[in-house]
């Protein structure tokens, strides 16, 4: 059974930056997608960065330039490092993988409105 744990959440400023980790156990997918997504306050979760096994990944409009995503060179621990953070980057943040042949911004679509989700790691940007 897959296993997704969240962290590095936090407050920052407007512009500031933070780098977040999700622990990846119990996957043995040769072929996959993994990724981030976000849920605000009132609004539907979105995805916000992806990657599939052979290293392509795809970004939400919102944050292009702006965060990058990333893997543990064992495959199992993913990141986002995200700069120059905005207000509307406030969300709880969530992890997902999945055995797919999608690629990863197809993937990234689909998998903000169905699969099960962990507690997430919640990040505020305010002044």
């Known amino acids: 059974q897959v296993q997704l744990a969240e962290s590095g959440g936090g407050s920052v400023q407007p512009g500031g930056s933070l780098r977040l980790t999700c622990v990846i156990s119990g996957y043995t997918f040769t072929k996959y997608c993994m990724g981030w997504f976000r849920q605000a306050p009132g609004k539907e979760r979105e995805g916000v960065a992806a990657?599939?096994?052979?290293?392509?990944?795809r970004y939400a409009d919102t944050v292009k330039g702006r965060f990058t995503i990333s893997q543990g060179n064992d495959k199992n621990t993913l990141y986002l490092q995200m700069n120059n953070l905005k207000p509307e980057d406030t969300a709880i943040y969530f992890c997902?993988?999945?055995?797919?042949?999608?690629?990863?911004?197809?993937?990234?679509?689909?998998?903000?409105?169905?699969?099960?989700w962990g507690l997430g790691t919640q990040v505020t940007v305010s002044s």
């Open positions: 997902a993988v999945d055995e797919t042949t999608l690629g990863p911004g197809s993937w990234m679509r689909m998998r903000a409105d169905v699969g099960t």
């Open positions: 990657i599939d096994s052979d290293g392509d990944s």
